[in-house]
């Protein structure tokens, strides 16, 4: 059997709560014999900037480059608003994003037909929606130089960051957009600003020419963000996958996640190019939510998002496509029996914690792997 080495980063806030429900999914698929793992664990966020005054540390950052998936729960909270920018806890993600060099940050939007009634849209809307977010994840203005608040000498500060994109750039999370909606419904809307972005101009272009040489049997549709964020409250069905910027891709994600019901339901997974020896990609799983410091450690955070993250990293990294299918399944199965975090509750539903919902996961798991066997 394979054993595959895992990174857990638990993080912050919710990220260690909903960390300990990821812990006793894997050691369910172990007992199961379906795989096996050697478990790494290292603090990130302002975690780490507590033990080591820096949002991660060189030694996880060097375990991160050598598993096979990193499991990241989330960074952030009022204890550390005044620490220096250099070491806030954003700044833990952002580096294992740039040195394991993720560009294609995948963040899918799926509304389970049980939950249709949390979203803050009608039901017809959003009942069944699946579409997929492809945000570029290493460029763009998050890390474009020069980057930085300079004195202009006359009592005035001004503040600098710069949107900066190369065609390679653009090139790359362009084919994995269209590969990916290949595997899809075909169709890919990229958006960005090119009405008033130079950067979006080149976006624009350099996407159009990717389709016409190497996809032209995808559908391509193009749109302004501002007008895609409004599509994509209107009437969000019409897309299958998003390609865009690293901003847009975090502005449009969270919209779009808010569509599904809660942002405690969504995972991503963030990509490397493959590897030109082994063709395994470097890659780290998160939920799109936050670290939600108000409900940390209060045993109400809604684990599945971290869960699906885990199941992505099942089918993409681990080449365990099965036992991906088995783990969402379990999830539907407990949506479908009425179980509810806070977040996703609506009345006439059975409210529980987060342990409550990790648990009744594992059972289901137990009654589809006992079906499975018989
Ligand atoms: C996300 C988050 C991060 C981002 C923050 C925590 C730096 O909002 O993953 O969407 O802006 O990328
Ligand atoms: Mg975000």
């Known amino acids: 059997m394979t054993t595959h080495k895992l990174l857990l980063l638990p993080g912050d806030g919710i990220g260690p709560d909903v960390m300990t429900e990821v812990r006793s999914v894997l050691a369910w698929i172990e007992k199961a014999g379906l795989a096996s793992f050697e478990i790494e664990e290292d603090l990130v966020g302002g975690a780490a900037y507590d033990a080591y005054g820096s949002a991660v540390s060189d030694q996880a950052v060097d375990l991160a480059q050598q598993a096979d998936a990193v499991l990241f729960g989330a960074v952030g909270g009022p204890k550390w608003d005044d620490v220096p920018y250099e070491v806030r806890p954003e700044a833990g993600l952002l580096r294992l994003r740039k040195d394991l060099q993720l560009f294609a940050n995948l963040r899918p939007a799926i509304c389970y037909g049980a939950l249709a009634d949390s979203s ?4 017809e809307i959003v009942e069944d929606l699946d579409i997929l977010i492809v945000r570029e994840l290493t460029g763009g203005v998050y890390f474009g130089e020069p980057k930085e608040i300079i004195d202009l000498g006359n009592g ?30 075909n169709k890919v809307t990229s958006m960005e600003k090119r009405n008033v972005m130079k950067s979006g101009v080149l976006w624009n272009q350099v996407v159009t020419k990717v389709h016409a040489e190497e ?13 895609g964020a409004m599509q994509l409250v209107r009437n969000p069905k019409q897309f299958d996958v998003i390609v865009t910027d690293n901003l847009f891709g975090d502005v449009l994600s969270d919209i779009a996640a808010m569509l599904t019901g809660s942002l405690g339901m969504l995972p991503s997974a963030s990509l490397g190019a493959p590897d030109a020896r082994t063709g395994k990609r470097k890659s780290m799983y998160e939920p799109v939510h936050g670290s939600a410091p108000d409900i940390a450690g209060t045993g109400q955070a809604n684990p599945i998002a971290m869960i699906s ?29 009425g179980l509810r975090t806070g977040d996703i509750y609506t009345d006439g539903m059975t409210k529980v914690g987060t342990k409550g919902m990790g648990e009744a996961i594992l059972a289901e798991l137990d009654v589809l792997a006992d079906a499975a066997g018989a």
Do not use: C, P, W
């Open 120 to 123: 803050s849209l009608k039901r």
């Open 156 to 185: 005035q500060q001004r503040g600098i960051d710069t949107q900066v994109y190369d065609t390679y750039e653009i090139e790359r999370i362009t084919r994995v957009a269209f590969d990916l909606g290949r595997t899809r419904n």
């Open 215 to 227: 996809y032209a049997d995808v559908a391509l549709d193009h749109m302004l963000a501002d007008a």
């Open 309 to 337: 993250s885990l199941s992505m990293a099942l089918r993409y990294s681990l080449d365990m496509g099965d036992t991906a299918t088995l783990v969402e399944k379990a999830i539907a199965g407990v949506l479908e029996k």
